[in-house]
């Protein structure tokens, strides 16, 4: 069974600029949430995806944006990259049986903005 | 805003030693869920609680959730390097996968 996995796993961009994250599921999760982890901070939910749309968001703006695939697999896009947006950003697959879910993270992709 | 508070924030203690970490809201969750995180890697299950009240152990550790549904806790028996990592609580409410997580307790467990 293939896990949660994550690319880059590391990246520097400057200011203004705009960056993507790519996210592959575990196999049989249809659900993908993304969560914002500052250095020292306990993980910022983002927003999730279901089915291919977004079924909930979290306190960021509009520059964060995402997509799901049919596969099920998950891109996080940040526009307009600020000093702030630098951070640990995890992707989490979960599967959608009604229940109670447990998230299975990724090992997460570091952001750097100069 | 759903708001969960761990304390403390820091923890360092010596190989054999116990410990206890707190997590608090104002909110009552659905289920709340205990996750380690190892430097470099996200966080891994430990445990999930759902009924007020409940108990769970799992070896050395052992969680509990508040009557209200509102705070649990996490104890550490005989405290080992192994257990050394970012502890965080994540709590959901009902028919969601929307967690929200604690602040953090960072654990050093010295040998």
């Known amino acids: 069974e293939t896990g949660v996995t994550q690319s880059p796993t590391h990246l520097i961009k400057t200011r203004g600029q705009q960056v993507t994250l790519r996210c592959s599921s575990q196999s049989g999760h249809n659900t993908v949430s993304w969560y914002q982890q500052a250095l020292g901070q306990g993980p910022q939910f983002i927003f999730q995806?279901?089915?291919?749309?977004?079924?909930g968001r979290g306190n960021f703006p509009p520059r964060f944006s995402g997509l799901q695939f049919p596969n099920y697999s998950s891109e996080l896009n940040v526009n307009a990259l600020e000093l702030d947006d630098s951070a640990l950003y995890l992707c989490?697959?979960?599967?959608?049986?009604?229940?109670?879910?447990?998230?299975?993270f990724g090992e997460g992709s570091r952001l750097t903005v100069l | 805003t759903q708001l969960l508070e761990q304390s403390p924030q820091f923890l360092s203690i010596q190989e054999g030693e116990n410990l206890t970490v707190y997590c608090n809201s104002s909110s009552v969750f659905s289920s709340l869920q205990w996750y380690r995180q190892e430097p470099g890697e996200g966080p891994v299950l430990l445990v999930t609680?759902?009924?007020?009240?409940e108990v769970k152990k799992l070896k050395r550790l052992t969680f509990q959730f508040g009557d209200a549904r509102k705070d649990s806790s996490l104890h550490i028996t005989a405290a080992q390097p192994g257990d050394t990592g970012l502890y965080l609580c994540a709590g959901a409410t009902s028919g969601t996968y929307k967690y929200i997580f604690g602040t953090g307790t960072r654990l050093k467990v010295l040998a």
């Open positions: 609680v759902v009924t007020g009240g």
């Open positions: 989490a697959s979960s599967p959608r049986t009604g229940g109670i879910g447990e998230l299975f």
């Open positions: 995806y279901y089915r291919e749309e977004e079924n």
